[in-house]
């Protein structure tokens, strides 16, 4: 069965400072990649997203992701977080065959202090 | 930008209780997804639904659930019977399909159960 394994759970940072999020799926066919965000209060938001091609993406508000297929990875990053940043983010995964499930990570919350 | 509405946004319940979540999918949308969210756990699969029948379950989607599409424009999650364990935030999200196909969220019913 897939999996997803978020290993940062509760990140804090001071605004201006990187982010990177890690997230590792367990799957051994082809997979679709996403990052989603939840604001305090808001519905989960799609950050961006990995199909095929290019494996660096770029997302809304500055974010991008990698995807490192020999590492099963798809790391989430931001070069400068800003306070609005906060939120809890999740990435997702679902198989690369027409429409499917996600499965979801854990979810990591960020806090970005001003 | 269309999206996808949920009602009530917080629903509380008597064990035992029938409940029926409402959503309003984005209206071109083809595939239709019920999820759900235990405080402080993931957010997990429970039923995806296409074509005016199930397409995909997770075993949490046992007898006590059912989905329902009674008009063109709704998508209700009905429990029969509920219980204290279905106390949890569900989230409706639907998708239009195809190749690089991305399912969108909405901001969830938060289901007590008591």
């Known amino acids: 069965a897939q999996s997803v394994s978020q290993h940062n759970h509760h990140v804090i940072l001071s605004e201006a400072a990187s982010l990177e999020l890690g997230c590792n799926y367990s799957?051994?066919?082809?997979?679709?990649l996403f990052w989603y965000v939840q604001y305090p209060g808001q519905h989960l938001q799609l950050l961006l997203k990995y199909f095929s091609g290019d494996p660096l993406v770029k997302g809304i508000k500055g974010f991008e992701a990698e995807f490192i297929k020999s590492k099963f990875s798809f790391n989430l990053r931001k070069p400068s977080v800003q306070w609005s940043d906060t939120a809890e983010y999740f990435c997702a995964v679902s198989l690369n065959t027409g429409f499917q499930k996600l499965v979801f990570g854990t979810g990591t919350r960020l806090l970005v202090s001003p | 930008e269309p999206e996808v509405t949920q009602t009530p946004s917080h629903q509380v319940t008597q064990m035992g209780q029938e409940v029926i979540l409402r959503c309003v999918p984005i209206s071109n949308h083809l595939y239709f997804y019920w999820y759900r969210q235990i405080l402080g756990q993931k957010v997990e699969f429970l039923v995806s639904f296409y074509n005016n029948e199930i397409s995909e379950k997770s075993e949490i989607f046992d007898d006590q659930f059912s989905v329902e599409r009674p008009d063109g424009s709704n998508f209700t999650l009905k429990i029969r019977s509920t219980k204290l364990e279905d106390s949890a935030m569900y989230f409706c999200?639907?998708?239009?399909?195809?190749?690089?196909?991305?399912?969108?969220f909405g901001p969830g019913t938060r289901l007590t159960v008591l």
């Open positions: 799957y051994g066919g082809t997979v679709n």
């Open positions: 999200a639907s998708s239009p399909g195809g190749t690089f196909d991305t399912q969108y």
